[in-house]
């Protein structure tokens, strides 16, 4: 079952436009979380932010983000304030590019979602630009605000729906070649085929459980083990479903003629 999207809005090639949603294509809430405690007592330890001069506890609602501009000295910036700088990657995915699939270097891929249509109504726009990019063996190149800031993002089809890759900033990204300068060109040309046997050898088809986690299971056999003396304690919270949004979606056919006519008329190509 798939769970509450983690973002809604728009994919737009051209003229092209279909209402999405998307949620995150990994997730670490199956992951062991401690809490910290008092070992003395067994409470739970309350974090809670302490104003550096005055020593006092921060009020909820009292802390904002500082931007430095001296020593003891920030510009104060509220989440209103934050809120206020909006783009128009918020809410839209406008596809900018498109780049052959295989030039992306994987080093720049940094999280997955699952993109895919958010009302029938979508369906048929999002199905053609999914599939154009397939027959191409292209990908999209985008760009989306996640946490405030835009990130580029490429958009890659998969199956029935789009993986959307938020993309590490280049300056994130240290270069290769002062790593690699010092190994050797070639390798000696009468190991590779002995190495290729081995290849050959232990060669198998992907599994998920090829990146199984042995410290995750190792912990939950521990955890287990000690609270067979103790009493389970379960507790769950559900929270409310977001309201779907309205949206106006223009007729397939229509947009992508006039989206080529344009394109053509103008001299670009995409």
Known sequence: MALRPYWKGYLKL??????????????ESEKVRFHTLNRLTGNRVVSQYIDSVTGKPVKDGNDAKG???GENDYV????????????????TIDIEKFVPADSIASVYLEKPHYLMPDNSVGN????VIRDAMKADKVVGISKLVIGRRERAVILEPREEGIVLWSLRF???????????????????PDLIPLVQQLIKKKSA???????SDPIQDSLLKL???KKKAMKPSNKTARGKP?????????????????????????????
């Open 67 to 69: 931007y430095a501009r």
């Open 205 to 211: 088809h992907w599994s998920p459980d090829m990146a």
């Open 76 to 91: 104060i910036l509220t989440d209103e304030d934050l809120d206020a700088v909006a783009l128009e990657t918020v809410k």
């Open 242 to 270: 977001d309201a779907s949004a309205k949206s106006n979606v223009v007729n397939i056919m229509d947009a992508l003629r006039k989206s080529v006519a344009a394109e053509l008329k103008s001299g670009k190509a995409r």
């Open 223 to 225: 955890i287990a083990k």
């Open 124 to 127: 048929e726009a999002f199905a």
């Open 14 to 27: 051209s003229l092209v436009t279909c209402p999405v949603n998307m949620s995150p294509a990994t997730s």
């Open 170 to 188: 280049g300056d994130e990204v240290r270069p290769e070649e002062s790593y690699f300068e010092d190994i050797d060109n070639e390798a000696d």
